[in-house]
């Protein structure tokens, strides 16, 4: 990720650089998705370039439909995601749940796109557009 060499960040430069805000990094910490940051002699946290890979990964995983509680399952797990490959995740076994989860959120993507799918049928339909072209 080109971290080499980047000191430590007060909480608004950390969230700019992960793309948050300081309210985020503040509550991934209080759920226990971020584990709790050094801290300066005032007492100001300080992030360091794992902490912003952490935050990165976890704002990915919640894009794609994940939840904060679906990440606390498996939140010591986490930062094996930001190493690069990032390892397989969930396997089923020993994982405390999280192939669950996923294995949810991918059957709630795959029926969104179903019923998508079947709006945009009737919507050609009742427009008199020509069915869709199946790709396969």
Do not use: K, N
Not at 72 to 96: E, H, V
Request: charged letters at 30%; glycine letters at 12%; proline letters at 7%.
């Amino acid at each position: 990720m080109g971290w080499a060499g980047v000191g430590r960040m007060r909480i608004g430069d950390a969230a700019a650089a992960a793309g948050t805000t300081a309210r985020a990094l503040r509550l991934y910490e209080q759920r226990g998705l971020l584990p709790p940051p050094a801290r300066t002699a005032s007492g100001q946290r300080e992030y360091g370039p794992e902490d912003i890979a952490l935050v990165r990964v976890i704002r990915e995983l919640l894009a794609l439909g994940l939840t904060i509680g679906d990440l606390r399952i498996r939140a010591d797990r986490l930062p094996l995601l930001t190493r690069d490959p990032a390892p397989a995740c969930g396997s089923g076994t020993g994982d405390g749940g999280f192939a669950h989860v996923v294995d949810r959120r991918i059957a709630a993507l795959d029926a969104e796109l179903a019923r998508l799918g079947r709006q945009r049928e009737e919507l050609a339909r009742r427009t008199g557009r020509p069915p869709r072209r199946r790709a396969d």
